[in-house]
Nanobody, 121 residues
Framework: QVQLVESGGGLVQAGGSLGLSCAAS????????MAWYRQAPGKQRELVAL???????NYADTVKGRFTISRDSAKNTVNLQMNSLKPEDTAVYYC???????????????WGQGTQVTVSS
C-alpha cells in the first residue's frame, strides 16, 4: 500500500504565507514526478506546481514567483511554500506523485487526501 499524507494549510490573510508538506510512504520502489494540485469550489482540479525526480520544476502561471516547490527524494517528501497569497488561491490542495511499487511495474498516480487553504481578503 502507498499513502500520501499532507500537512499544513489553514487560514491566512491575503499577502501572508503558508507551507504545505506531503510525505509518501509504503511499498515504494521509485518516485518520478511529485506535484501539488488544487481544486476550488465549482472548478476543476488544476496543476499548481510539479518537480521531477531530476529537480526540474514547473509552475502554473498564476503562482509563478509566489510559490516554490521542493522535494527531498531521500525522504519521499514534497513541499510547497506559498507566499503573497491571494483570495483566489483558496482551494483544497492535493499532493500527487507518480510511483512505481515494484522494479518492473508501471508508474501510477497516487493522491493525498487534500488540505484546505483559505485566504481571506
Amino acid at each position: 500500500q502507498v499513502q500520501l499524507v499532507e500537512s499544513g494549510g489553514g487560514l491566512v490573510q491575503a499577502g501572508g504565507s503558508l507551507g504545505l508538506s506531503c510525505a509518501a510512504s509504503g511499498n515504494i520502489f521509485s518516485i518520478s514526478d511529485m506535484a501539488w494540485y488544487r481544486q476550488a469550489p465549482g472548478k476543476q482540479r488544476e496543476l499548481v506546481a510539479l518537480v521531477t525526480s531530476g529537480g526540474r520544476t514547473n509552475y502554473a502561471d498564476t503562482v509563478k514567483g509566489r510559490f516554490t516547490i521542493s522535494r527531498d527524494s531521500a525522504k519521499n517528501t514534497v513541499n510547497l511554500q506559498m507566499n503573497s497569497l491571494k483570495p483566489e488561491d483558496t482551494a483544497v490542495y492535493y499532493c500527487g506523485a507518480s510511483i512505481q511499487v515494484l522494479a518492473r511495474s508501471t508508474f501510477r498516480a497516487y493522491w493525498g487526501q487534500g488540505t484546505q487553504v483559505t485566504v481571506s481578503s
